[in-house]
Structures are given as C-alpha cells and as structure tokens.
C-alpha cells in the first residue's frame, strides 16, 4: 500500500533515530568517554584508544535495541560505490554456547579482502589483505533490510602497506590540509578560531521508470544508460516538468525517501520534478564535508531501495536518454570557522570586507591554477556525454561571480569607490504583495564553478560520482592558495609594516592574476570557448584528456605537498579511472552489438515478412505495380537499414580489435574514445532509424515515449 503524509508522521520526531549520532551516544556511554570522544571530533585530538570498548558497548547496545542482527564497516572503494561485510554479534564461547558480543577492536578495525577491489597497481591479485578502519567523525547508522537489520560503521580503506585504496581517507586528509592553511590567513586577520569546517551540499538528481520497462532493457540493466532509442515525439522541449505537480506514485517515493533518510540522520530539505521527463533531484541541507559524502551515499542507497519497493527502477548514469537532459550532482562548496562564520559571506559591503576577498580570490585562484585538475576529478565516460549538453557545463573550468563581485574587483582593482555593492528591492508594482531583496547576484546554470552569494557551486560533477573525489581536490588546491596568498600577505607585511596596506595590494594583485578564470557569460556560446583558448584555459572534452592531468610532475607535487596522496597513490587513480573508462565502454561496445544482432535485427527482418507477405498477397490480387510501389520502398529501406546494422557491427568489432591490441592504457582508452565510441554510435543511428519504421507491437525495446512519461 501507497504511504500517506499522515502514515509518515512528524519528519522531526524521527530525525536521526537510526544513527548513532552524538545525542545518542551520549545516553549509551559513560560521561568521561562522551567528553573524549567530542574532544576528538570537535577538537581534533587524537583519540583514546582506551574508550574504544566503551563506545562499542554503547553502539551494540542501542543496535541491538534497534533489532540489529550484525554489524559492518561501511566503506567507499575506488569502485565508486560502497562496500561491506557483514558479521553477527555473537561469539561462540563454548559447545553449543553463544554470547553477543561486539568488543573495541572489532568497532576500530576490520579485514576485507583488499585484492578484489581496483587498486591501480598498489597492490598484486595475490597479496589479499586489507584494513578497514573506524571513522569516528561519522556516525554509525542501521540500515534495514528485507528480514532484519545491520549496524554500519563508516570507516576507511587501506592495505597492508598502508596505502589509501578507498574514497574517504584522502578527503579527511584534504579537509586537514585546508584547514591549516585556513587557520593559517584567519590569524593574520586577527581570527582566533582554531578550527574550520568544509560544508558541502550535494543536489542529486535522478531518473525513474517503470521496473517493467527497466527489466525489458539490456543496456540500461548492465549499462545504466539506454545505448538505443528514437527520441520521443515529445520530450523536454514544452518545459512542463521542471518543478511541475508531482506525480502520485512517484509522490509516495519521494515520501518514504524521505522517511528512511530522515531516520538516517540525513537532512534533505528539498524534492522537486527536474527538466527531464521522470527526471528528479532531491537536495540536503549543508554539512560536513566529510559526512555530507558519507549522506550522499547512502541517500543513493535509499533512492535504489524505495525504487525497488514503488516497482520503479532508479537510474543515476549522467545521461541515460539521449536527447533530454542528463543528470549531475551539484557540489555547493562553503568554508566557516569554529565561530559559524560562513569565509565565503561578503557582507553587506564585499569591498571592505578583505577576509572574505581573500577567501573567494584564493578559490578563484585555484581554479585558475589548477582547473584542470578539477575537470580530472569528474571525468568518466557517462560524464563526457553530459558535459557540454543544455544541462551541464562545458568542460573549460571558469568561475561565475555576478556583476556586483565584478565591479568590487575592477574598482579595487583601479583603486575607485564601488557602486553596486548594496541589494535592492524588487518593484513588482503590486502593492499587496511582500517586499523582497534581490540577490546580489544572479545564477548562471552554463558556470561549472559558480559564486552563488556565500558558497560555490560545482555543477560539472556526475550523478553517479562519489563526493569525495571532486572535494579532495577543490580542499587541495584552495589549501594551496591560501598558502601563498599567506605568503604574499606576509612578505608585504615585512617590507611595509601595514597589515591592511599588505593585504591590499595582494588582493589587488590577485584580482589581476585571476582574470582569465572569470566569465559571467554564456559558457555554451561559440565566443567563449574561442576566448578560453586565448586565455590559455584547458579544454578537455573526453575522460581520456582530462585523466592525462593527473599524473603530471605538478600534480604529484601538490598531492604529496599537502600529504592528502602519496605519489603512487595519484598513479594509482589514475590508473583505476582510465581502466573503469577502457571497462566501461567495452561493456557498452558490447551489448551494442549483441541487441543490435539478437534484438533489433531479428525484429526488423519479423516486419520484413509482414511486408513481404503483404506484397505477395498484393500481387497475387493482380495490383498494379504503382500499388505495390509504397509496400516495396518498405521492404528495400528494411534491407538496406539492416544490411547497415551488420555492416556496422562489423566495423564495431574491428574497432575493438584494434583497441584490445593496444597495451599502452592511455593510447588504449584514446582509441575507445576516438574509434569505438563513434562505431557505437553508427550503429545506434541505423536502429534507431528502424524504430521508427518497424511494427511497433513487434519493436522488442521500450520505447523512450514509454520510458519517459509512463510512470
């Protein structure tokens, strides 16, 4: 049965009841080990071993209140997914005796078989053993399951040598390198905060279709995305979904979505339809950097889950219909000190304000210096068809920061007063409606890296990503930044002895500097992507470019600078992103053929008969030949489509042959990209061009008319 509202009850009264957040743990623990826990994970000291067993008492003790069964360490490998092994409560202590037990070793350290998950040459098929270990600064949470529960752990993931093979260990790293950093301009301003805290908001969007249509797809089955499809007679072009009435079940979805992650100490705020047709998003408030990846995931976990339940199949590939907007997960970016003081809010007078201008010049920097890398960190195969499209950004990584942030820099900039540095109030000539202040910005959805008022926002990531790549990289480069606008500040300061008269003159500087990496303007038009190339900006439209950044002597430097990853550690990624990429369209390559040969083509040669059934039974009626003419321009234009499905099959599998060849990784994933892709695509063009001509009772694919609006 459909959940009502009234079924789901008050959101607030079931925040966070299955996490094992600081409220709750301060019931299940004693005092003395509540206070050192917090002094870890507010305070940044290292934690006590010795509470370890305490808190694992407490943590057993509420799951298993909970209904928990077993428990897990909940990580994030290079896969992009999650991970996790499950392993009951109870110890045997005798013949025939169990006792439930759940000790501090087990809560700090797992072993999962690390050989298994992509290492990029870290580690050999034969050495086995990894560690998974406790992240305290997540809390634990209870996922449900069809007949019981299991108390998840976040943790990291690292081998026996002690290198990083997951998601999360690398983030916590950055996130402590841009704090130092931050700490370290915050004091030159007087700024006693001794922390900072990254915030992160990840609006994720997604697809939904019936399960039915899903189950009748090979390619969305194992490929995520529908590699064959005439596009809809209707489609996107009426803009009637965005932000349209919800449909009713998928209403009820978004309801127990939303129920489930609530309990899960996950804060969404916000659900609404997207451009697409079946296309959603839905949206948290703003955390940790760290635990908002954590949320992240486990929201797409729910989504996949409450799908499942609804009948409804959930696709998150950045573009699984071709013709109609893809899907991304906006990454709002924010920095505040231990005060709640958002490092990125300008004020009510920005051209004062030089904390903040210090600040957003030392992202702006980083974007300058370092865009390419940011581009790297979103860069796989279902991104490339995403980026660039109406929906996404380009691939050319600039920064949007609105006309009033632009006129403080030009009069900073020529040393003149600022004009448009105040909000005004909107005159829309109806006097019984409320007075608003308008923004001082506008927002600019062409930006891949956009200021939107006290954050920004990255719009090139993928729907699918996992957070924490994109984040490891904007915390590494703006910790780079700070560090030398510090430096430049400081040196200034030496020569002239005025901290103010020091700080303006960097910041006038790096207004100069970072010119290039600014545009408030159309980032899709013909214009600017001929400007970005006379300001020297990177233009990596394929996963195979942009992967090439990542083992640069610049990169490995800055990585191993701020030890966020060691040297083989960067190689590593990208070795395991150009494999996924190379994997990725081998499977796709694959099943195009095989739907093309066993799917399509016999479908087509079924309504061939038909034809040619008809035009035997015309002829023998005595027709003329000009009656017969329309059934016979059928049965050619089937021959010749089909004959071009084999053709193009063939084409495809020499290409693979080709690439397959290759044992150079790189020159292996270009050939993917230049010859097997375009291969692929020859061969959709032809089948899709059937579609539109086949029997549409004997066409064996849903259909994206069906896909898209039947819900």
């Given amino acids: ?86 392993d009951a409560f109870i110890d045997f202590i005798g013949e025939g005796e169990v006792l439930e037990r759940f000790s501090g070793k087990q809560l700090v350290q797992g072993e999962p078989d690390a050989s298994s998950f992509p290492s990029g040459g870290l580690r050999a098929t034969f050495e086995a053993r990894g560690y998974t270990i406790w992240d305290p600064t997540s809390p634990a949470f209870i996922m449900d399951g069809a007949n019981g529960k299991t108390l998840c752990i976040p943790s990291i993931f690292m081998s026996y040598s002690g290198h990083s093979l997951g998601q999360k260990e690398p983030l916590l790293k950055s996130l402590a390198a ?94 609404h339809n997207e451009v697409a047709p079946n296309q959603f998003e839905i949206a948290p408030i703003f955390e940790e950097a760290a635990v908002a990846t954590d949320h992240n995931q486990i929201t797409m976990e729910i989504l996949r889950k409450v799908a499942a339940k609804h009948s409804l199949a959930l696709l998150l590939h950045e573009k699984p219909f071709a ?63 995403r980026l660039g499209a109406n929906e996404a950004p380009p691939a050319i990584m600039s920064a949007f920061i609105g006309e009033q942030l632009m006129d403080v820099f030009d009069h900073i900039e020529n040393e003149t007063s600022s004009s448009k ?77 005025d901290f103010k008269k020091a700080a303006l003159a960097v910041i006038r500087e790096t207004i100069t ?6 545009f408030n303007g159309d980032n899709y038009s013909e214009e600017w992507h001929k400007e970005a190339e006379k300001r020297g900006l990177y233009n990596d439209r394929t996963t195979p ?58 479908a087509a040669f079924k309504y061939l008969n038909t034809v040619s059934g008809s035009v035997s039974t015309l ?27 084999k053709k193009g099959c063939r084409e495809l599998d020499k290409a693979l042959e080709k690439a397959a060849k290759m044992h150079d990784e790189q020159a292996c994933a270009e050939e ?9 695509l020859k061969v959709r063009a032809v089948a899709d061009k059937l579609e539109t001509i086949c029997d549409d009772s004997a066409w064996p694919l849903p259909k994206y008319r069906e896909m898209l609006f039947l819900i």
């Fill in 619 to 645: 002829t023998v009626a005595g027709l003329s030949k000009e009656a017969l003419e329309p059934s016979l321009e059928i049965a050619n234009e089937l021959l010749e489509l089909v004959s071009s499905v």
């Fill in 545 to 602: 470019s942009a992967l090439k950044h990542l083992v640069s002597k610049e990169t490995i430097a800055l990585f191993t600078k701020y030890a966020v990853l060691a040297e083989d550690e960067v190689k590593s990624r990208y070795h395991i992103n150009l494999e996924a990429y190379i994997k990725t369209i081998g499977i796709e390559a694959g099943l195009v053929k095989e739907i093309a040969q066993t799917m399509i083509v016999p």
């Fill in 178 to 271: 841009a704090e130092k950093s931050a700490l370290r301009v915050l004091k030159l301003f007087g700024n006693t905060s001794k922390r900072t805290k990254v915030t992160v908001g990840g609006e994720q969007e997604y697809f939904l279709i019936d399960l039915k249509f899903y189950n009748q797809r090979p390619d969305l089955i194992m490929a995520g995305r529908s590699l064959f499809g005439a596009s809809s007679p209707k489609g996107q072009q009426m803009e009637d979904h965005y932000f349209g009435s919800i449909k009713s079940r998928v209403l009820s979805f978004m309801q127990e979505v939303d129920e489930e992650l609530i309990k899960l100490g996950v804060p969404v705020k916000t659900r």
């Fill in 323 to 385: 013709g109609v907007n893809g899907s991304g997960k906006h990454n709002n970016w924010s920095m505040s000190d231990e005060f709640g003081n958002n490092l990125l809010e300008p004020g009510q007078t920005p051209e004062k304000n030089l904390q903040f201008l210090v600040f957003i010049l030392a992202c702006l920097r980083a974007l300058k210096n370092h865009g390419h890398l940011l581009r790297a960190s979103v860069a796989t195969a279902g991104n490339d068809h």
């Fill in 1 to 86: 049965p459909l959940k009502t509202i009234e079924a789901i009850g008050n959101l607030s009264e079931k925040f966070g009841t299955n996490a094992f957040g600081r409220e709750t743990m301060r019931r299940y623990v004693p005092k003395e080990v509540f206070e050192k826990y917090l002094a870890t994970v507010q305070a940044g000291e290292p934690l006590d071993p010795k509470i370890s067993g305490a808190i694992a008492n407490g943590m057993k003790e509420w799951a298993m209140e909970k209904g928990a069964t077993h428990f897990t360490h909940w990580f994030q490998p290079m896969t992009g997914l999650t991970a996790e092994k499950h």
């Fill in 513 to 518: 500097e970072v010119r290039p990496v600014v």
């Fill in 421 to 497: 540095a105040k909000n005004e109030l909107f005159d829309h000539g109806l006097s019984k409606l409320p007075e608003i202040k308008k923004d001082a910005t506008d927002r600019n959805r062409t930006s891949p890296f956009a200021f939107t008022g006290n954050k920004f926002e990255f719009r090139a990531v993928g729907s699918s990503a996992n957070l924490s790549t994109p984040n490891v990289v904007l915390n590494t480069i703006i910790a780079e930044s700070l560090d030398v606008i510090a430096d430049r500040i400081e040196a200034k300061m030496r020569a002239e002895g």
């Fill in 672 to 680: 993917y990209c230049s010859k097997v892709i375009p291969a692929m």
